[in-house]
């Protein structure tokens, strides 16, 4: 790709490592001056790191950013502003205790004298938010405004520093109908004005309506750039969760799940403002996929469903036995497991050793006043270590040293450890290479011929597909869908969640 | 009413409301005599809290400047008494050290990552330590120029007197609430003091800025110990402890927020003056005993801290329904 005289911005061949994993893989992309380019893709697609790359957050390991014809090397957020690149975040990056004028001014107050001139910059601030339809008290607190003209202030704020490109990273992902029309307005004019505008979000609806290009990233490469006129909605799906590889694995779920009697039973189980109620059976030996887009109910049925969040209606039951799940604790002592997305945050323990992680959770089990011997502990690790072939130099080694796929395995040897009944995987594969995908796939297919019962989470289809015989389709939080048998494809998957989603948009 | 001025309101309805309560009950108190000493007895004090309003502001806090008041007091004092070096330069000698030691505890902060807390709680063990090193003993300061500089006075209409330390005092009141509204370094410290992340993501220099903070505060808890040693006419390493919690005191019962980000040089003033008023108070009476200010200002300090939290709450919840 030729930088020319349309492009304000355009990257090629960007390259993102870090240890353990490629997050960008030779992408390129391109702005033009006066269009909206929706950059799209799952969680750890890749989006956030290419954004960080392109305003200076972080070192690129490679590959060419050019900026209005030359060629540039942003060392920082500040560096990238004063070149022309400006980022509005999702929170909103301001000074809550400052003023609307003291938070666009920051830093370039205008002087008299040598000394600030209030006077000069509210006079100034006024003029500056006029543009963008705003008459609000510029020197009143920014806290006692909401959420959108505080983001509007940012935009502003961005807009007048930097002026050729602006990138809004999830923007409007705390605003209602009304407030995300006003941004949309803002948007278009800034378009008309001619500045390169690179939109992230994940709703569909307001990508159709906003923007003129997209591009889709997956597992941090490049999916493609279309013309969003020329993009049909499913295709798009298609594009983000991928079904390249649907011909060669589909069908490979069709021998098992049908026979086995239901082992869990959940019925009418739900939150409100968390997950509508669903009824939920899974046999023995099952392996059931849940699919659907970013923020449509798929963590939150995990959460529920293991007493992260505490259900307020339908029960649960297991070999008609009524089952406690108000807690992690109670779900534990039902044999529950529980896989977390962001095992950084929410599985490992960094510092311990891979020894210790993996007796974490039967150790909770049994409670602290019967500690697992050291004896007992290294005949654990050792175990696991062996049997999921986790690469570590020895047992002893702080876990955060692990590469990616190797922490996943060791959380999973922590569940496999307390001999659950029922395990529930959210995004197993997510940001580890290709080599440990299809071992975490071997997995999952051995335990569940082992008689678990398993709920699998992941926004790979193909995985999904491979694996699952049955797949539950989310969108607004709430199940939608679900295919059995020979329903179970990509094509079906991505068929469902269109329909779904183009529903929210009537 | 812009409710970020209401703590700064409520502490100056606070004083106001109780220096009518002791004229109503000592009537002499309303004479400018007792007003000119409020300012001379604190002026050290009231300089060493304006720098400490900073420190304060940017969400840091400095424990070590009632140890560099005595360090300074003890420093002037043996160079005077064993050199023949004249008091003006020794007391820009005793400056440049102290700015000195602020700006070095402020690098630290800054570039080791290091909570305020323990550098400047490091740097009054070190400041005091190096004040017992100098002399254990109390030494007078009897350089003429001491007297010619505490003979310098203002005499308002009713007698009372503004000191050079207490006109001194004013003047670093007004300059530092210029500094801190009128110039870019003082925006650069409410805006570490609201987040220093995003202050950073903003283009704050945050570096250059604490460092700055840290000097501003050394620089005049060295100042105050010049003026506390004009007050004295001694400089004794026993002295001035615990000066850094009552400078705190003031900067809270000002208005300032603790956290950080919020709150006025001017308050602080009145800070001081409450203090000040509470022990005047208490010599006027005669019978009570001096305890009680701690006591008095103990309570006051909870209930400023009470308005605080409730003044957040309440922004908060504003907030989410707006």
Same mark, same amino acid.
């Given at each position: 790709m030729q930088p020319d005289s349309s492009h304000v911005l355009s990257a090629t061949g960007i390259d993102k490592i870090f240890p353990g994993a490629r997050a960008l893989n030779r992408v390129d992309f391109s702005l033009h001056r006066g269009e909206v380019h929706a950059l799209l893709g799952e969680n750890g697609a890749g989006k956030s790191t290419l954004v960080k790359c392109l305003t200076g957050a972080y070192a690129r390991d490679g590959g060419r950013i050019v900026l209005d014809g030359a060629d540039i090397d942003p060392q920082s957020t500040l560096e990238a502003q004063n070149l022309g690149i400006g980022t509005v975040y999702q929170e909103v990056n301001l000074l809550a205790n400052l003023t609307v004028a003291e938070n666009l001014f920051l830093g370039r107050q205008p002087r008299r004298f040598g000394l600030v001139s209030a006077r000069k910059m509210n006079r100034r601030a006024k003029a500056l938010l006029a543009e963008y339809d705003l008459d609000i008290d510029v020197t009143a607190g920014l806290a006692a405004y909401s959420v959108a003209v505080q983001q509007v202030v940012a935009i502003a704020r961005a807009v007048d520093l930097s002026g050729k490109v602006l990138i809004l990273d999830e923007p409007t992902a705390s605003l209602d109908a009304h407030e995300v029309a006003m941004l949309f307005r803002i948007v278009r004019r800034l378009r008309e004005r001619g500045l390169g505008i690179v939109f992230i979000t994940h709703f569909l609806e307001q990508v159709y309506e906003i923007s003129d290009r997209i591009t889709v990233l997956r597992n941090g490469g490049l999916v493609g750039t279309r013309a969003t006129a020329d993009l049909p909605r499913r295709e798009l799906i298609a594009m983000m969760l991928g079904r390249e590889l649907v011909q060669e694995v589909a069908g490979g779920h069709g021998a098992r799940g049908e026979a086995g009697d239901v082992r869990f039973r959940f019925r009418g189980f739900g939150r409100k403002g968390h997950i509508q109620p669903f009824d939920l059976d899974i046999c023995a030996g099952e392996v059931v996929g849940i699919a659907g887009l970013l923020g449509s109910g798929r963590t939150e049925t995990a959460e529920i469903l293991f007493g992260a969040e505490r259900a307020d209606s339908g029960t649960a039951q297991a070999d008609g036995r009524a089952l406690d799940l108000s807690s992690p604790r109670a779900a534990i002592r039902e044999k529950f497991g529980f896989c977390p997305e962001d095992r950084k945050v929410d599985g490992i323990v960094g510092d311990l050793s891979v020894r210790e992680n993996i007796a974490l959770a039967l150790q909770a089990r049994r409670g602290w006043a019967r500690p697992i011997s050291r004896g007992e502990q290294d005949q654990l690790a050792d175990r696991y270590i062996k049997a999921l072939d986790i690469r570590t130099s020895d047992r002893e080694k702080p876990i955060r040293l692990l590469s @990616? @796929?190797?922490?996943?395995? /060791?959380? =999973? /040897?922590?569940? =496999? /450890?307390?001999?659950?009944?029922? =395990? %529930? =995987?959210?995004?197993?594969?997510? @940001? %580890?290479?290709v080599g440990a995908h299809a071992e975490i796939i071997r997995l999952i297919e051995s335990l569940c011929e082992k008689g678990m019962s398993l709920i699998v989470i992941s926004s790979e289809l193909e995985e999904l597909v491979a694996y699952s015989s049955r797949v539950i389709v989310l969108r607004d939080r709430a199940h939608v869908a679900e295919l059995t048998g020979s329903a179970v494809t990509t094509d079906g998957i991505v068929e469902a969640i269109a329909a779904s989603a183009g529903r929210v948009e009537a | 009413m812009n409710q970020r001025y209401l703590p700064l309101a409520a502490t100056i309805a606070i004083f106001l409301i109780a220096y009518a309560v002791c004229i109503a009950q000592y009537p002499n108190m309303l004479s400018t005599r007792v007003m000119g000493n409020l300012l001379t007895d604190n002026a050290f004090l009231g300089i060493a809290a304006v720098g400490m309003t900073f420190v304060i502001l940017s969400g840091g806090i400095d424990l070590s400047i009632g140890a560099v008041i005595a360090f300074t007091g003890v420093f002037l004092a043996v160079l005077l008494q064993s050199t023949a070096i004249h008091p003006l330069a020794a007391f820009v000698l005793a400056l440049v050290i102290t700015t000195a030691f602020g *700006? #070095?505890?402020?690098?630290?902060?800054?570039?080791?990552?290091? !909570? !305020?807390?323990?550098?400047? #709680?490091?740097?009054?063990? #070190? *400041?005091?330590?190096? *004040?017992?090193?100098l002399t254990i003993d109390s030494i007078p300061i009897r350089h003429p120029f001491y007297a010619t500089l505490k003979s310098l006075y203002y005499t308002l209409p009713g007698g009372g007197r503004i000191t050079l330390i207490g006109g001194l005092m004013l003047l670093v009141f007004a300059a530092g609430i210029l500094v801190a509204h009128r110039t870019r370094f003082g925006a650069n410290v409410y805006a570490l003091g609201g987040g220093a992340a995003t202050a950073q993501l903003m283009g704050v220099p945050t570096g250059r800025t604490t460092i700055l903070i840290y000097a501003l505060s050394g620089f005049l808890a060295g100042l105050s110990g010049i003026v506390f040693s004009l007050y004295t006419s001694a400089g004794y390493s026993l002295a001035t402890v615990g000066v850094e919690l009552d400078a705190i005191a003031a900067v809270v019962i000002g208005g300032t927020l603790l956290t950080g980000g919020s709150g006025f040089v001017a308050g602080t003033l009145v800070g001081i003056l409450i203090q000040g008023l509470i022990q005047t108070y208490i010599t006027f009476d005669g019978s009570l005993s001096s305890w009680w200010t701690k006591i008095l200002i103990g309570a006051l300090l909870f209930a400023f801290i009470l308005l605080q939290k409730g003044l957040i709450q309440f922004t908060g919840r504003r907030r989410r329904h707006a």
């Open positions: @990616g @796929g190797n922490q996943q395995k /060791a959380i =999973l /040897a922590r569940w =496999l /450890a307390t001999n659950p009944d029922f =395990l %529930i =995987l959210d995004e197993p594969t997510r @940001g %580890i290479d | *700006a #070095l505890m402020g690098a630290i902060i800054h570039h080791l990552e290091m !909570p !305020p807390f323990i550098v400047t #709680l490091a740097g009054m063990f #070190l *400041a005091r330590g190096m *004040a017992f090193v």
